[in-house]
C-alpha cells in the first residue's frame, strides 16, 4: 500500500477550482477543509510510523476523515 496523503485536489479533481473558490468565499468550507487536512495529515504519519496510536483512535481518525470528506463532497455538488 501506498503511503501518500489524500489530498483534497487529488480527491476530487474535477472540483479543483471550486475548492480554491469556497475556500476563500465559504469559512465553514474553510474550517472543514483545514480539518480535513489536519487528520489527513495526523493519518500519514501514523501509517508512516512517525506517531505511534492504538488502533481504535487511528479507526476514529479514519471515520472522521471521512465523514469530513463527505460533508465536502456534499458542499461542493452544491
Do not use: C, W
Not at 33 to 46: F, G, M, S
Not at 50 to 57: A, C, L, R, T
Not at 67 to 74: H, V
Amino acid at each position: 500500500m501506498s503511503h501518500v496523503p489524500h489530498e483534497l485536489r487529488e480527491d476530487f479533481p474535477e472540483y479543483e477550482e471550486r475548492i480554491h473558490t469556497l475556500k476563500e468565499s465559504d469559512a465553514h468550507f474553510r474550517k472543514l477543509a483545514d480539518k480535513y487536512h489536519e487528520v489527513n495529515r495526523e493519518i500519514h504519519r501514523i501509517e508512516i510510523d512517525e506517531e505511534h496510536v492504538s488502533q481504535f483512535d487511528e479507526e476514529d481518525l479514519r471515520k472522521e476523515r471521512m465523514r469530513l470528506k463527505d460533508e465536502i463532497y456534499g458542499m461542493l455538488k452544491a
